[in-house]
């Protein structure tokens, strides 16, 4: 059998008391794909920021193409050819796309801004992006900076390639698009590793597949050896996991959130309503007014035009005299930056938006809220069920459901969820799509997602967004209007 050109023996991190890799050793083949799967906290980006130089390995060895090397730093790895898609951005936001995707280059002081300019609008075109080298990161959304990531692995032109979670906010399309990439990347001679929680893309892309759990590998097989999505549940999981859940009809009530004639920013003339017993989707490819429509209707920007009414009050007035509970809670897209602190506890992440509601006068009750939040640790399986554990030190899945189980907790009327499975392992997901459904009794919910499975799972009504505009609103049981989701989301009326 040829040398693998990565071989992990005998890896192990922790964190504390946290043991996040436990004597894990694993082979990555030249001119394969590796799927690595597992549940929230298995320790998958962990192992893989140790092969990427980001973290170092408490004991254990790395060899790349047979010889030992010490992975001292990310630098060091890249010197090396292995190049790595974080699940949370390494992006500078006061910089452009053309600056970040060279940011680090070594080389002339010199450089020839045209020639970059030429290389990141050819990298996008060749790979199927629509990307401006003159955006500044801080105007993008999500799946836009996800696009940036692949463009500056790209750029180094990496021979080892990990792609952690990199469809998390890709449409089908451009998740093809880069399928194709990474099978012409591997029948090149590159080594590629995949992590991801969408068990249909790793029978898609993967020719072999690695199973972690609790920080251990438990499994590793030949894709070709798998028969189902199903089987391969199992094995990740431990148990039989359908995805599948019962999305019984509601009537639904009073209106909970109303945008009318609502112009801002890159959105134009939206309108729609949200009432209280459903769930009304929007979907559409990031970047086609999602992000504005959210931040206004959450309070983070003003409305410009239009009429935004919440919980039968105006704009001006729902925000003048908002209430920690039974009123609105926010789910953002962005976990790390907007919906908690890395730096703090998870007590103290818990009490960021319920902390009225462990006041006494001047005092906070932290006794009675760390009560509190044990108890959601381990109702939504959140790892470490630690409070004393900072933000940073979980899993970006452990995070998410740190943050649903917050707002879950709030009992609110109205929720606006973006991506509110994104990174999520299968079982997690499914335990999310009950939880929407079963908050959908008492509150009217504005879910965003691109998970066209998810909307098609959950949702009552679909909103297909594109260019800023609401194209079209329709009922989930409307099929002529549901086979016609892709052609929308591409402005094709």
Known sequence: ??????????????????????????????????????????????????????LQPDSGTIAIDG???????????????????????????AMTVMENVFLGKAG??????????????????QYGMQM???????????????????????????????????????????????????RSMADQGKAIVFISHKLEEVMTIADDIAVLRRGAVVDSMPKKSVSSTAE???????REVLLKVDRIPMEPRQMVLKVENLSHQHLQDASLIVRQGEILGIVGVAGNGQKPLVEVVCGLQQPQQGEVQLLGKDWQDFFASRKWKNGLSYIPEDRQGLATCRGLTLLDNFLLTTRDGFSSGPWLQRQDARQKAEKLLHEFDIRPPDLDAFAWQLSGGNLQKMVLSREFYRQPHLIVAEQPTQGLDIAAMEDIWKLLLKAREEAGILLVTGDLTEALAVCDRLAVMYGGRIVDTFARSNQEKVDQIGQMMAGIS
């Open 1 to 54: 059998m040829t040398t693998p050109a990565v071989r992990l023996q005998h890896i192990s991190k922790s964190f504390g008391k946290v043991k996040a890799n436990q004597d894990i050793s694993l082979d990555i083949h030249k001119g394969r794909i590796l799927a690595l799967l597992g549940e929230n906290g298995a320790g998958k980006s962990t192992l893989m920021s140790i092969l990427a130089g980001q």
């Open 232 to 238: 391969l549940a199992e094995r990740m999981v431990g």
């Open 108 to 125: 002339s002081f010199l450089l020839d801004k045209k020639a970059m300019e030429e290389e990141v609008i050819s990298l996008s075109r």
């Open 67 to 93: 010889e030992n090397m010490e992975l001292s730093s990310t630098d060091k790895a890249i010197s090396t050819g292995i190049g790595m898609v974080y699940q949370h951005f390494q992006l500078v936001d």
């Open 132 to 182: 401006s080298p003159a955006k500044y990161i801080a105007d993008l959304s999500m799946g836009e900076k996800q696009q940036v990531e692949i463009l500056k692995l790209l750029h180094r032109r990496s021979n080892i390639l990990i792609f952690d979670e990199p469809t998390a906010v890709l449409t089908p399309e451009e998740a093809k698009a880069l399928f194709a990439t990474m």
